[in-house]
């Protein structure tokens, strides 16, 4: 009897805290992110990879030829959320990540803002910038990117 009480106790933590980790992502305060670039930019979609290329500093040309501006928006939980499901990184392990290609000398670090707000005033300013905000305040300054397979 004993056995078998810890074996559900067991099976209910699992059931717990794989449920309560993907609820984490799927409703964490109904924030979502989109990815945002200039309205005069010619890129209107891309796939996961190639954003995920862009935020490591991988990809540093648009295909015009122009130096990409990234622009990383430290703002949680949005920030939280595309780093996990674009980049499979904690924000931790991209700011690591960053510092790591800073002192290697293979790439300098990208713009580092606090807020939505200050994200969407960057870019809709600099045409070639690009970064993440919540789906909650884009407004028409700035133009979605659509996330492709």
């Known amino acids: 009897m004993a056995a078998n009480l810890r074996v559900i106790t067991i099976a209910l933590l699992l ?3 794989l449920w309560g980790g993907m ?3 799927l409703f964490a305060d109904e924030t979502k992110f989109a990815v945002v670039v200039h309205p005069e930019q010619s890129i209107s979609a891309l796939s996961g990879n190639e954003i ?3 935020f490591l500093g991988k990809m540093k040309k648009w295909p015009g030829g122009n130096a990409v501006h990234l622009v990383i928006n ?4 949005t920030q939280g959320l595309f780093t996990r499901k674009i980049l499979h990184k904690t924000p931790r392990q991209l700011a690591v990540y960053w ?3 800073l002192y290697s000398g293979r790439s300098m670090l990208p713009l580092f803002l606090a807020d939505d707000q200050q994200v969407l005033d960057y870019v809709a300013n600099h045409r070639d910038a690009v970064s993440v905000v919540s789906t909650q305040v884009v407004d028409q300054r700035v133009k979605i990117v659509d ?3």
């Open 15 to 17: 059931t717990l805290l």
């Open 23 to 25: 609820t984490g992502v």
């Open 52 to 54: 995920k290329r862009l």
């Open 74 to 77: 430290t703002a949680e939980p």
């Open 99 to 101: 510092r790591k290609s």
């Open 147 to 149: 996330i492709q397979p």
